[in-house]
């Protein structure tokens, strides 16, 4: 059967494609007076938060985005249920750099509790966005390629995907206690979305 969903994969890759700009705009130095060489090297270095938190989310955006790819290829066509599920994980996903620049900006301040567990709360709703977009697909085998070959797989992303949004909520806690912990744990979630997202019936034909 011919696929047909060219449209919905185009709009959610530039959405991704958005997002990833996005974290990188925010990052920079303004002007400042008195700057010389020995003084800008010093502000360089201080903004080593900003720069932990745009290489942080480049990944994570990375890896969903992958994973969002392995779903997609699964699908031969779509429906209202999976364009609004859709559409509710690339609004969260374009809305990354909010918490993604609060962290870089309070990690070192007194504020840093907050900002750390508002990062890792936002990055657990985006793979909470993630679910939801799995569930449409489990419940449109109409629009799958192959269901026989992918619901299994969807089930098994799943589980992945509830162990991910558990741990972000974990850490959003940790937070408050450890934020450096904290960080640390989104920052291993890595790995894990790597093992979790493989998929060895990815064309699903």
């Known amino acids: 059967m011919e696929k047909k969903t060219a449209r919905l994969e185009a709009f959610s890759d530039g959405i991704f494609g958005v997002a990833i700009t996005l974290l990188a705009i925010e990052i920079g130095i303004g002007e400042y007076a008195a700057a010389n060489n020995e003084n800008l090297w010093e502000r360089i270095l201080e903004k080593w ?35 609004l599920a859709n559409g509710f994980l690339l609004l ?61 797989w969807f089930k098994q992303l799943m589980r992945g995907q509830f162990i ?25 979630m890595w790995v894990f979305w790597a093992v979790t997202t493989k998929d060895n019936n990815a064309d699903a034909e």
């Open 164 to 188: 991910g949004i558990i741990v972000y909520a974990v850490a959003a806690i940790v937070a408050f206690y450890s934020p450096m912990t904290a960080l640390t744990m989104t920052f291993f």
């Open 92 to 152: 969260l996903v374009v809305l990354f750099p909010y918490p993604t620049k609060t962290a870089g900006t309070f990690i070192g301040t007194a504020a840093v509790n907050t900002a750390v567990s508002f990062y890792a709360g936002f990055t657990g709703l985006i793979v909470l966005g993630m679910l939801l977009l799995n569930v449409a697909l489990m419940r449109s085998k109409e629009a799958l390629i192959n269901a026989e070959k992918s619901i299994p």
């Open 49 to 83: 938060p900003e720069y932990f938190a745009y290489f942080n989310s480049f990944a994570t955006v990375l890896l969903i985005w992958m994973g969002h790819h392995k779903m997609m290829n699964h699908l031969r066509t779509s429906n209202q249920k999976i364009i």
